[in-house]
Every structure is written in structure tokens, then in C-alpha cells.
T-cell receptor
Framework: GAVVSQHPSRVICKSGTSVKIECRSL??????MFWYRQFPKQSLMLMAT?????????EQGVEKDKFLINHASLTLSTLTVTSAHPEDSSFYIC???????????FGQGTRLTVV | GENVEQHPSTLSVQEGDSAVIKCTYS??????FPWYKQELGKRPQLIID?????GEKKDQRIAVTLNKTAKHFSLHITETQPEDSAVYFC???????????FGKGTRLSVIA
């Protein structure tokens, strides 16, 4: 399968600061990347869809000014959690698709803890 | 949009028994149905998938069935082992670069 690399795997930040998470497709061109959030013992919930070179599409209830997504190239998408609060603590995971594949390939995920 | 329902939310089986997890979907345009296994703190791992032009697919102890008319699909694990214990998610998506929509997950416990 294709390789999607996500960094960092774990981050602890202070309330009010911003955190950037990177998602890279290493061996294929990801025309579309998806960002999910997973709270403990819950399923993966789609936050936004980003297409290379265009603005992300956010799901209802997800603040676009708080969760900034940039997909400037076919191999990199970033999610920045701005002015993080403890309730933003969660497992954030990206997936990428493209190159004619239907399957989505997941990054390793980022465990964000806001203190 | 697509809505995926998954049952049961928890499932305990004795080692060696079979486990069955069921999902339903709402969007008749959906044509790809993967199943993921997720261990604590890790990314979901694809274990098997099925496309809408196929009714059943098997890979060793794991099989998936799809009923397009009824819009449901199921995961079957035979001869379960303790290492099968994890959370399993079904998902569905429609053609094109559309996101996977996940079920709520099933926590499977295999008791030795």
C-alpha cells in the first residue's frame, strides 16, 4: 500500500498556543487529503477535505478559522490548530487518496494534548 | 450525505469462535466498503475491502459480504484469536475523491 507520513505523533502544548500537524504522501500524488478527529472511544469524524491548490471544505461544526488547513502541494497538507484549548485535545489523523486509487491511506495520527 | 451504522458496539467471543460485525449504509451511490482494525493509539489498518460489483470476498480467516439491495455489509472473522482483539470500523464512500464515512466502531474482545 501507499505510505502516508504524519508528524508529530505526539504533542503537548499550552492553552492558547498553535500547533501544526503535517501529513505527507511519500510515494504517490495525493490530490485529496482528509483530516479526521477521534475522541477517546469514539469513531473517526471527518473535519475537512482538502484538495491541492484550493481551499479546504469543512464539515458542519468545524471552525475553519480555528483549524487552518493548507494543501499547497500534491504531497503535503498541514493542519494548524490555532489558539488551542483543552477541549481540542484529541487524536488527529489524516488520510490521503489520489493517483486513481479508491483506497484511503492513513497517517500515523497525532495525539494532541492541550494543558 | 452518507450515513453508516455499525453493530454491535461491543462484542466478546471465546477464542476459536466466529465474530460477525454488521454495517448498513444510506447512499446507494457508495461503491467501496473497507474494514479497518484499530489498536489503541494507532492508525486504522485496512484489513479487507469490497467493491459494489462483488458480493463476497475472503482473505484467510476474514471475509466480507455485501448486499447492495439491502445496503448492508458484514465482516466475518473465523477462528478468532486473542490478537484479533481491537476496535473494528466499517466505512463507505462513493466514486471520486470522496471521504470515507465511518461507522461508530465495534470493540471486539477475544477471550482466551
Amino acid at each position: 500500500g501507499a505510505v502516508v507520513s504524519q508528524h508529530p505523533s505526539r504533542v503537548i502544548c499550552k492553552s492558547g498556543t498553535s500547533v501544526k500537524i503535517e501529513c505527507r504522501s511519500l510515494d504517490f500524488q495525493a490530490t485529496t487529503m482528509f483530516w479526521y478527529r477521534q475522541f477517546p472511544k469514539q469513531s473517526l469524524m471527518l473535519m475537512a477535505t482538502s484538495n491541492e491548490g484550493s481551499k479546504a471544505t469543512y464539515e458542519q461544526g468545524v471552525e475553519k478559522d480555528k483549524f487552518l488547513i493548507n494543501h499547497a502541494s500534491l504531497t503535503l497538507s498541514t493542519l494548524t490548530v490555532t489558539s488551542a484549548h483543552p477541549e481540542d485535545s484529541s487524536f488527529y489523523i489524516c488520510s490521503a487518496s489520489g493517483g486513481g486509487r479508491t483506497e484511503a491511506f492513513f497517517g500515523q495520527g497525532t495525539r494532541l494534548t492541550v494543558v | 450525505g452518507e450515513n453508516v451504522e455499525q453493530h454491535p458496539s461491543t462484542l466478546s467471543v471465546q477464542e476459536g469462535d466466529s465474530a460477525v460485525i454488521k454495517c448498513t449504509y444510506s447512499d446507494s451511490a457508495s461503491n467501496y466498503f473497507p474494514w479497518y482494525k484499530q489498536e489503541l493509539g494507532k492508525r486504522p489498518q485496512l484489513i479487507i475491502d469490497i467493491r459494489s460489483n462483488v458480493g463476497e470476498k475472503k482473505d484467510q480467516r476474514i471475509a466480507v459480504t455485501l448486499n447492495k439491495t439491502a445496503k448492508h455489509f458484514s465482516l466475518h472473522i473465523t477462528e478468532t484469536q486473542p490478537e484479533d482483539s481491537a476496535v473494528y470500523f466499517c466505512a463507505a464512500n462513493s466514486p471520486g475523491n470522496t471521504p470515507l464515512v465511518f461507522g461508530k466502531g465495534t470493540r471486539l474482545s477475544v477471550i482466551a
